[in-house]
């Protein structure tokens, strides 16, 4: 699915792409996902939240928290009314955030416990080479929030080694003068959830890469046969367990059928699409997960110009792999004492070991 915009006269292309990664993100919190089927269920909805999202071709409210106090989401319960009383799910009253020079949060916002959770989330893209050395190794973090706190409240979030960071974008409720001195992240936060911050770590040598595979791939020329033997363990410096492996290889054309046998996991071959995936699970470093076995090739075939890529997905709980570290949040202009937590995740992007 593709969301396209239509200009009429020359605007930067930036203003554009915002604008329309914004229409998807309140779709998505809207109803929960953004597809197809989704927008056609609730194409009214889709309808009134465009219109209060552009005004005469310029946009207008874009935060989460005015668009649902102009419109609520739906729910089953509000659609049932809606259908018996024949009224819609637009607000009645002007949103108190629309008017303020701080749109992206309602004014009287009350809690009875008051919180605020942070998640540090990086992907690490790679390409590994046969030999095991890193070809290329970037990291796309972001730190996504959510901050269930009563009255104005104004945070300070401070980080041990902010400088590693590249390429940093912001929700608007950050000060940006304060990071640029400071390197502090200043903010009125907006109510519920919302992405604090996205960043990238592009210097290889910060890139810590946290699994390492072993690979026998061969094909024999003039044989109708091939061996396939791929072992994957994590790096001894890790010290955190290694869940979700997942392995995905596209196999060429001239396997029919692979006969493989895990010592770990489920796997699957698709013969038709010639898609192998490999379950893995949690690895454990006493015993790696192995998958070895024969293929069975077209007979008669030429032998693959080069071996196909493995591509593997990972997760590793409490760990941010470039080593950033929330030092402290403070709050000021609010008396009570907030509940306050920070949680690390690290994934696998795009990370591919060449064979």
């Given at each position: 699915?593709?969301?396209?915009?239509?200009?009429?006269?020359?605007?930067?292309?930036?203003?554009?792409?915002?604008?329309?990664?914004?229409?998807?993100?309140?779709?998505?919190?809207?109803?929960?996902?953004?597809?197809?089927?989704?927008?056609?269920?609730?194409?009214?909805?889709?309808?009134?939240?465009?219109?209060?999202?552009?005004?005469?071709?310029?946009?207008?409210?874009?935060?989460?928290?005015?668009?649902?106090?102009?419109?609520?989401?739906?729910?089953?319960?509000?659609?049932?009314?809606?259908?018996?009383?024949?009224?819609?799910?637009?607000?009645?009253?002007?949103?108190?955030?629309?008017?303020?020079?701080?749109?992206?949060?309602?004014?009287?916002?009350?809690?009875?416990?008051?919180?605020?959770?942070?998640?540090?989330?990086?992907?690490?893209?790679?390409?590994?080479?046969?030999?095991?050395?890193?070809?290329?190794?970037?990291?796309?973090?972001?730190?996504?929030?959510?901050?269930?706190?009563?009255?104005?409240?104004?945070l300070t979030l401070s980080f041990m080694n902010p400088r590693l960071l590249d390429d940093v974008s912001f929700h608007p409720?950050?000060?940006?003068?304060?990071?640029?001195?400071?390197?502090?992240?200043?903010?009125?936060?907006?109510?519920?959830?919302?992405?604090?911050?996205?960043?990238?770590?592009?210097?290889?040598?910060?890139?810590?890469?946290?699994?390492?595979?072993?690979?026998?791939?061969?094909?024999?020329?003039?044989?109708?046969?091939?061996?396939?033997?791929?072992?994957?363990?994590?790096?001894?410096?890790?010290?955190?367990?290694?869940?979700?492996?997942?392995?995905?290889?596209?196999?060429?054309?001239?396997?029919?059928?692979?006969?493989?046998?895990?010592?770990?996991?489920?796997?699957?071959?698709?013969?038709?699409?010639?898609?192998?995936?490999?379950?893995?699970?949690?690895?454990?470093?006493?015993?790696?997960?192995?998958?070895?076995?024969?293929?069975?090739?077209?007979?008669?075939?030429?032998?693959?110009?080069?071996?196909?890529?493995?591509?593997?997905?990972?997760?590793?709980?409490?760990?941010?792999?470039?080593?950033?570290?929330?030092?402290?949040?403070?709050?000021?202009?609010?008396?009570?004492?907030?509940?306050?937590?920070?949680?690390?995740?690290?994934?696998?992007?795009?990370?591919?070991?060449?064979?």
């Amino acid at each position: 699915m593709f969301f396209v915009a239509v200009i009429q006269t020359e605007v930067p292309p930036l203003f554009v792409i915002e604008f329309l990664h914004r229409v998807s993100e309140t779709f998505q919190d809207y109803f929960g996902e953004c597809s197809e089927a989704v927008i056609k269920d609730n194409v009214v909805i889709v309808y009134e939240l465009l219109e209060e999202m552009l005004d005469n071709g310029f946009p207008l409210a874009t935060e989460s928290n005015i668009l649902k106090e102009l419109i609520k989401p739906p729910t089953i319960l509000r659609s049932v009314v809606n259908t018996i009383t024949g009224s819609s799910n637009v607000g009645e009253t002007l949103p108190t955030g629309q008017l303020s020079n701080i749109p992206w949060r309602r004014a009287g916002v009350r809690y009875t416990n008051n919180e605020a959770y942070f998640d540090v989330v990086e992907e690490i893209d790679a390409i590994i080479d046969k030999a095991g050395s890193t070809v290329f190794a970037e990291i796309q973090g972001v730190v996504d929030a959510c901050v269930k706190l009563s009255g104005m409240p104004d945070l300070t979030l401070s980080f041990m080694n902010p400088r590693l960071l590249d390429d940093v974008s912001f929700h608007p409720c950050v000060r940006y003068k304060r990071w640029e001195s400071e390197r502090v992240l200043s903010f009125i936060p907006p109510d519920g959830n919302f992405r604090l911050m996205s960043y990238r770590v592009s210097s290889q040598n910060l890139v810590a890469i946290p699994v390492y595979v072993k690979h026998n791939i061969s094909f024999k020329e003039g044989s109708s046969l091939g061996r396939f033997d791929v072992i994957i363990g994590p790096k001894q410096n890790m010290g955190k367990t290694v869940e979700g492996v997942s392995l995905t290889v596209h196999m060429p054309k001239v396997v029919l059928n692979m006969n493989l046998g895990p010592s770990q996991g489920t796997y699957n071959f698709d013969p038709v699409a010639k898609i192998l995936t490999w379950d893995v699970g949690k690895i454990n470093p006493q015993k790696l997960p192995n998958l070895k076995g024969s293929l069975s090739l077209q007979s008669g075939a030429p032998k693959p110009d080069e071996n196909p890529s493995l591509n593997i997905q990972f997760k590793i709980q409490q760990l941010a792999i470039s080593g950033l570290k929330v030092n402290r949040l403070d709050m000021y202009g609010e008396r009570y004492k907030p509940f306050k937590g920070v949680k690390y995740v690290t994934k696998a992007g795009k990370f591919q070991v060449r064979t």
